[in-house]
């Protein structure tokens, strides 16, 4: 009898250690996501402002004049980065880039000075650096301005579809997630059927018989939400050193309230899933236990 005891615990014991993994692993996996939610915007805005513009100088075009241009670009609210290159520079780069002496074969330098030029991410899309490129041009030491016009069309077409994208699976993520921990919930509750049916019979209450499996139901999605909050910040952590450029978390406070969400989840989640399996086999006739 105690043998038997004993084994039965140690299988209570084993389905609370699988519903507190597999909680933590669901809620790990929306944590994922709502990093992803997080930086999508901050990733967007990377790409955007890597997208070149470049502003070809006149040969005649002295220096100092340059430099009084360079600073008036700095100095508008769309301008993020100026860099100046002059002709030497530019050649040196495309012989690095061709493997060959160009200039040699031509027997002239053929490129001329640029000042390339970053734009803030809310100006990176066509409509606005149309209307730059016309306000650059005005300058007398500019001869052309140059960037990629497909790649701006192509690179916020995807920002687009990447953000309605994020919110579509998101959704799809949360009621996987739901369902998953409703499950995971319903067998650990299945496997205590008799003792709900035994505790019934001996004149329990429905809510007496409710309390417990409610609290270790809160237990477990309490401790699934700190070990995924545990995994989030070894995840944010390799993040941050492989990728410090790309993606950051320094808004401590968002971040802080996504795990603060995952809590909130986790207690929410299994509460209302111990909730409807208990009030399940409260309903259910003896006979159909078995």
């Given at each position: 009898m105690a043998q038997k005891e004993k084994g039965s615990k140690r299988r209570l014991r084993s389905s609370y250690i699988t519903?507190?993994?597999?909680?933590?692993?669901?809620?790990?996996?929306?944590?994922?996501?709502?990093?992803?939610?997080?930086?999508?915007?901050?990733?967007?805005?990377?790409?955007?402002?890597?997208?070149?513009?470049?502003?070809?100088?006149?040969d005649n075009a002295k220096e100092v004049d340059i430099r009084r241009l360079q600073k008036n670009l700095d100095a508008t609210e769309f301008v993020k980065s100026t860099e100046f290159v002059d002709k030497e520079t530019a050649a040196k780069e495309l012989q690095e880039e061709l493997g060959e002496d160009f200039i040699s074969f031509l027997g002239y330098n053929p490129l001329q000075a640029t000042i390339d030029v970053k734009l803030y991410a809310e100006y990176a899309n066509p409509d606005s650096i149309a209307v730059i490129e016309k306000d650059f041009t005005r300058y007398s030491q500019v001869q052309e301005v140059y960037y990629q016009k497909n790649v701006v069309h192509l690179v916020n077409d995807n920002v687009k579809f990447i953000s309605f994208f994020l919110l579509g699976c998101s959704v799809v993520l949360f009621i996987i997630s739901f369902t998953l921990i409703n499950n995971t919930i319903r067998l650990s509750i299945y496997s205590q059927r008799l003792i709900i049916n035994t505790m019934q019979l001996v004149g329990a209450t429905g809510s007496f018989i409710r309390k417990p499996f409610m609290q270790t139901g809160l237990l477990h999605g309490f401790l699934g939400a700190l070990i995924a909050n545990s995994l989030l910040s070894g995840f944010i952590y390799f993040l941050q050193r492989m990728f410090r450029q790309v993606i950051t978390f320094d808004n401590t406070e968002l971040v802080g309230a996504l795990f603060l969400l995952i809590v909130i989840l986790g207690l929410f989640i299994t509460w209302i899933s111990t909730l409807f399996a208990v009030n399940k086999y409260l309903r259910l006739e003896s006979r159909s236990l078995y």
């Open positions: 519903s507190v993994i597999s909680i933590s692993l669901v809620l790990f996996m929306l944590g994922l996501t709502g990093l992803l939610i997080l930086n999508a915007n901050q990733l967007s805005n990377y790409v955007k402002e890597n997208i070149g513009i470049s502003i070809i100088l006149k």
